[in-house]
């Protein structure tokens, strides 16, 4: 697959790395290496994953379609990529079909959604299925990402894909110079746990200090979490 070449949007990325405006051609080298093997590494582990991960997708696939015969498996969002870049985030479907409509229809749930950082526990949220909220559980639900970042809409580790109406708890410019990410360092941290303005603070410290050693960190931090649950719903 081809890469996709460094815009101007990376440059912009590299002039703010330092306080002083300006950046050595060897941080800029440097920069450059990293964004070609963070890409090399996301199409690569992207395409095992989801070679693997086949049997995962047909069950998960099965069980949704017995829960809910006329509902679609998969479920896609608009977020906000790199560059201000819209584009469809893909995941298994974890709540009723007209979840959308049992949100908006409810004023004192959609408030609650609203103050809670755009999000409901388990407990507290009609629209999820039951094999929906088994897969919120494991994050399973997340699986299908792995095709957003073998099309280059993502990356493996990143700050988490945010829609439009969440931008404005950013600094935008900042947030958008780089491709969101399927695991970050809010997730890290603890995820659903963490609510903003803590929240967009982790992400632009991940921006400001990305590298292959903190990916790593990031990626071998999530994967623990995911396997313990922590701050998944």
Same mark, same amino acid.
């Given at each position: 697959m081809q890469t996709k070449g460094h815009g101007r949007g990376d440059f912009r990325h590299y002039h703010s790395l330092?306080?002083?405006?300006? #950046?050595? *051609?060897?941080?800029?080298? *440097?920069? #450059?290496?990293?964004?070609f093997f963070k890409r090399f590494f996301d199409e690569l582990l992207s395409i095992i994953a989801i070679i693997l991960l086949i049997p995962v997708f047909v069950v998960t696939a099965i069980l949704i379609k017995i829960e809910d015969p006329h509902g679609p498996i998969f479920y896609s969002q608009i977020r906000i990529g790199k560059n201000n870049r819209p584009f469809r985030m893909y995941k298994f479907r974890s709540m009723v079909t007209n979840a959308e409509n049992i949100l908006k229809s409810n004023a004192d749930l959609y408030s609650k959604y609203l103050s809670n950082n755009f999000k409901l526990l388990p407990e507290d949220d009609?629209? #999820?299925t039951k094999i929906g909220l088994f897969l919120r559980k494991t994050s399973l639900d997340e699986l299908p990402q792995f095709f957003n970042i073998l099309i280059g809409d993502m990356s493996l580790v990143g700050p988490r894909p945010v829609v439009p109406s969440e931008l404005s708890k950013y600094d935008q410019e900042k947030i958008l110079s780089v491709k969101p990410g399927a695991m970050g360092l809010w997730q890290a941290k603890g995820r659903s746990k963490i609510g903003y303005p803590r929240r967009a603070k982790i992400e632009e410290y991940y921006v400001d200090h990305a590298?292959?050693?903190?990916?790593? *960190?990031i990626l071998v931090a999530n994967i623990i979490n995911i396997f313990k649950g922590n701050g998944a719903y």
């Open positions: 330092t306080n002083n405006n300006t #950046i050595s *051609k060897d941080q800029i080298e *440097k920069r #450059i290496l990293y964004h009609p629209r #999820i590298c292959l050693r903190l990916d790593l *960190k």
